[in-house]
């Protein structure tokens, strides 16, 4: 069998080893693959395909803006003013070059196109909203609608804040006066009888 030899010419003793068997002899055979599917583009491929559409990408978009801005800039026009004044002050028989703004073709655009509602099949004006007849506010009506001011019973009207000892001896004192009231009533003194 012939010996092999690498690009620094070393020899490779592997073809004698390796004949009709799978020997995994060097380095490299060490190093775990990476499994890919038999679909997928190699680097090198995927590299290019890319490159080449960021290339095709860039000159449509070139292309665009050059094509816009060509369209602005060979619109000027030269356009002689003849003043009706012909003194020294004025400004006599002078070119003005009329330029356009240049416009940027990737700019959003300026006006916002609204949805007017469709018209009826019939051609007929929309339906009234029904109202009740216009009526004056009786004084009921403006009691029913004022809402009482909040009532707290841990702040004073001066907004200052109560004690706790106090809030509660407030209520202590209510559900005193609560209970003496139920005691006076003549059905509870029958039932406790």
Known sequence: MPVTVDVQGNAFFDTLVKSNK??????????????????????????????DTAEETKAYIDKIVNLSYKDVMSGSMYIKYNPSEQCATFNSGAKERMVDIAVDPLDPPKFKHKRVPRASSFGSPPVPVMHSPPRPITVKDKQDWTIPPCISNWKTPKGIQSLLRNVLRRMEEAYKNVFRSVMALPSYQKLSL
């Open 22 to 51: 799978i020997v995994y002899s060097q380095h490299k055979d060490l190093i775990p693959k990476i499994l890919t599917n038999e679909g997928d583009l190699d680097d090198e491929e995927l590299e290019k395909q890319i490159h």
